[in-house]
Nanobody, 121 residues
């Protein structure tokens, strides 16, 4: 059974940084991504990365502040979040697929349970 486990969330002041980690129990994923869901809002795409790391995509509001990376030897994907803003507050979810997919939620096959990120002003 494939599992994705996120960690690294927490409470941080605006302007601060957090690094999220997603540990996967399998190493065959082509696409891995991060999504987030704020209270009362739909889940939205944050970033995605291909297996080789050669293709990376970001949601517009996080470009220049967030960096996605993966370590295939460790079956892990990371999200480095800098210059955090209160509007980044959300539950952050790791997602994975055996196919290449960028931002379409329904095309990701596996999801983690999420980790809470709270940014205070």
């Amino acid at each position: 059974q494939v599992q994705l486990v996120e960690s690294g969330g927490g409470l941080v002041q605006a302007g601060g940084s957090l690094r999220l980690t997603c540990a996967a129990s399998a190493r065959t994923f082509i696409a891995m991504g991060w999504f987030r869901q704020a209270p009362g809002k739909e889940r939205e795409f944050v970033a995605a990365i291909s297996r080789s790391g050669g293709s990376i995509y970001y949601e517009e509001s996080v470009k220049g502040r967030f960096t996605i990376a993966r370590d295939n030897a460790k079956n892990a994907v990371y999200l480095q979040m800098n210059s955090l803003k209160p509007e980044d507050t959300a539950i952050y979810y790791c997602a994975a697929s055996h196919h290449w997919v960028i931002s379409k939620i329904d095309e990701y096959e596996y999801w983690g349970q999420g980790t809470q990120v709270t940014v205070s002003s």
